[in-house]
């Protein structure tokens, strides 16, 4: 239910651009849907590529090569798994459930190649900013979950394609990385590290 | 158009991420567990022969007891016996003969956190006259309703002891709750299980 709330929450902020439209500059607004591949310690505990994943992004062009913008996604990933657990002086066997829902919700820049209205342009994007992770274990009846704030970084590249009047289609590929935490459950210290890519679809506010 | 396309590729994506959503409980079996620990530093090499009674014992809250089935006790006791005898022990009659390994058999009536009660009673009238004490291992689980456990009794040198150590548990979590809700397969499966996560019980490695 968290999860749902946040994004309905994401979805909202990353709106907020519309309004500030009238102040200059027409901004891209739009929503991409992505698959993601978990790698490093997100792997670990979720060993599965998911296909749960969509982020609300704003751009605004400060000039015809540059922009800068808002990221707000959501990526889930889980796993199901019988493995044993061992711990000192015993072992414990069961289906277990891992979850993590991760709600990047950064501040982005973006450089472009070519003309602002040609149709393919390449660009690159690099955003920082917060992540928040719900992770939830279930083994047998029993359930416990664990909130995360991180600061992480998320280079991206991706192709633009223009459409008609101001739409585009974004082909992306994005590479997310925070800094370590020993809030989580393993009490180790954890990293989000995972790889999406994305379709997305813009559409210029006016 | 731009606006309604917007609009409609995010109700493709809602409905998408509720039809991807994972189900965290498949099958009743998804809330199966076994967990077995041992006391630190026993090795269960030399174990020859043990003792087991053939009944599944009841314990719990006395104020607060759930009724349980036993349309199983003889196919699980029975599984017990044969994966004891796969480690190459050999059962006797322990009212007559002292054991190595006393084992007990017991079903949880009501939920119980930690450690439980109620079987010490039990076994001290039961066989030798002995207290008993579990091994100083951290378990951090609560037992449901119904939970098959089983504990192993190391007597193999009770010369002067007034309690002696509970060298093994096994417990397989809410599975005897009632007939209907499982079945001797897979109350076995999860004892099988248990033995089969502690493969130094044959004495061939340490715990």
């Known amino acids: ?206 | 158009m731009r606006t309604s396309l917007i609009r409609a590729l995010a109700v493709i994506g809602a409905v998408s991420a509720l039809g991807c959503y994972p189900s965290r409980i498949e099958s009743i079996e998804d809330f199966d567990t076994a967990t077995t620990i041992h006391a630190p530093g026993v090795s269960f090499a030399g174990v020859g022969t043990y003792g087991i009674p053939d009944s599944v014992r009841e314990f719990g809250d006395l104020e607060d007891q759930d009724e349980i089935s036993h349309a199983y006790d003889a196919a699980i006791i029975a599984n017990i016996k044969a994966n004891l005898n796969a480690l190459g022990w050999t059962e006797i009659n322990e009212d007559s003969l002292q054991p190595d390994i006393l084992v007990a058999v017991g079903v949880t009536t009501s939920t119980n956190t930690g450690w439980i009660s109620g079987w010490w009673d039990w076994y001290y009238w039961w066989w030798g006259g002995w207290g008993w004490y579990y091994p100083p291992v951290y378990y951090p689980y609560s037992y449901q309703t119904g939970s098959l456990m089983i504990a192993m009794l190391d007597t193999r040198d009770t010369t002067g002891v007034t309690n002696i150590p509970v060298v093994w548990v096994a417990a397989a979590n809410g599975v005897l709750r009632t007939s209907t809700s499982t079945n001797a397969t897979v109350i076995n499966g999860l004892v099988d299980q248990a033995f089969a996560q502690s493969p130094y019980l044959d004495g061939s490695v340490a715990p």
């Not at chain 1, 490093?40 to 749960?52: C, E």
């Not at chain 1, 400060?62 to 990933?77: K, M, P, R």
């Not at chain 1, 709600?103 to 190649?113: A, D, H, K």
């Open chain 1, 1 to 206: 239910m968290n999860a749902r709330r946040l994004a309905l929450a994401a979805a909202l902020v990353a709106g907020l651009p519309t309004l500030a439209a009238a102040q200059g500059g027409h901004p891209l607004v739009g929503m991409t849907y992505s698959w993601s591949l978990p790698m490093g310690d997100t792997k670990a505990f979720t060993d599965n590529d998911s296909w749960i994943g969509f982020a609300f992004e704003s751009k605004w062009y400060a000039s015809d090569n540059a922009a800068w913008g808002i990221y707000l996604g959501w990526n889930e990933f889980y796993h199901r798994t019988e493995e044993t657990i061992d711990f000192k002086g015993g072992t414990i066997f069961g289906t277990q459930y891992r979850d993590y829902n991760v709600f990047p919700m950064l501040l982005t820049g973006t450089l472009y190649t070519g003309e602002l209205d040609a149709p393919k342009r390449l660009y690159f994007s690099l955003g920082a900013g917060a992540y928040y992770t719900h992770q939830t274990f279930d083994l047998g009846l029993s359930t416990v979950s664990e909130n995360v704030w991180q600061f992480g970084v998320s280079p991206e590249i991706g192709l633009q394609m223009n459409t008609f009047r101001g739409s585009t289609v974004q082909l992306s590929a994005r590479y997310h990385y925070t800094t370590e935490s020993d809030a989580y459950l393993q009490k180790d210290p954890q990293s989000q590290q995972y790889l999406s890519v994305g379709l997305g679809f813009f559409s210029k506010v006016f």
